[in-house]
Each structure stands twice: as structure tokens, then as C-alpha cells.
């Protein structure tokens, strides 16, 4: 499985941004699909994730109400919007893959996309 995330860039708060991750090599639906983030200095941590059909979405309590995650089957792609932005959500975005009905960790990870949100 391949991931590729795109759609990061610089926003100034309180604005919007729409990753994407383009799922290749295997069927999208067959994986959870989860995005994490990565701020300097700072360890990486969970975002949101969404269940394979799309059915189940979860998210981080610091992003929960602010940030959306969906995810497109047909297209093999999922997305993350992100609206009211603040600074502290400056990171560098990766999406993440786990074969459905399984625990633990993710087995596949993306490039990552940077996002920086100025004050």
C-alpha cells in the first residue's frame, strides 16, 4: 500500500485547509484509514481516523468540532478538512493505513504535508 497526502500549505487563522491521502497498490476500503500530525519538537499524535466503509470516524479532543475526516472509496482517497485553523495546529500532517480488524499500530505511512497557520 502506498499513501501519498497532499493539500497542506500556509493559512492564517481561523482559516480553512482540505488534505488529501491517495491510497494506491490495494483496494482503499480493505484499510482504517487515520491522519497524525507531527509539530517541531513535539512528538507525533493522532488526528482523527475513519473505519473502512466510512461508517465510524474518530477524532483527537483538540480537533474534535474543528476538523472533519471522510473518506471517498471509488477514488481510493481520504481526506481531512480543517477549518478554524489556529497556530498551534502548525504541523507536518501524515496519513496512515491499518487492515481492517486490526489492533495496534498503523502499518503504512505517507510523506506527510506541511501545514502552517499564522497568527
Known amino acids: 500500500v502506498q499513501l501519498q497526502a497532499s493539500g497542506g500549505g500556509l493559512v492564517q487563522a481561523g482559516g480553512s485547509l482540505r488534505l488529501s491521502c491517495a491510497v494506491s497498490?490495494?483496494?482503499?476500503?480493505?484499510?482504517?484509514m487515520g491522519w497524525f500530525r507531527q509539530a517541531p519538537g513535539k512528538e507525533r499524535e493522532f488526528v482523527a481516523a475513519?473505519?473502512?466503509?466510512?461508517?465510524?470516524?474518530y477524532y483527537a479532543n483538540s480537533v474534535k468540532g474543528r476538523f472533519t475526516i471522510s473518506r471517498d472509496n471509488a477514488k481510493n482517497t481520504v481526506y481531512l478538512q480543517m477549518n478554524s485553523l489556529k497556530p498551534e495546529d502548525t504541523a507536518v500532517y501524515y496519513c496512515?493505513?491499518?487492515?481492517?480488524?486490526?489492533?495496534?499500530?498503523?502499518?503504512?505511512w505517507g510523506q506527510g504535508t506541511l501545514v502552517t497557520v499564522s497568527s
Open positions: 496512515a493505513a491499518r487492515p481492517r480488524g486490526q489492533a495496534g499500530p498503523y502499518d503504512y
Open positions: 475513519i473505519s473502512g466503509s466510512g461508517g465510524s470516524t
Open positions: 497498490g490495494r483496494t482503499s476500503s480493505d484499510y482504517m
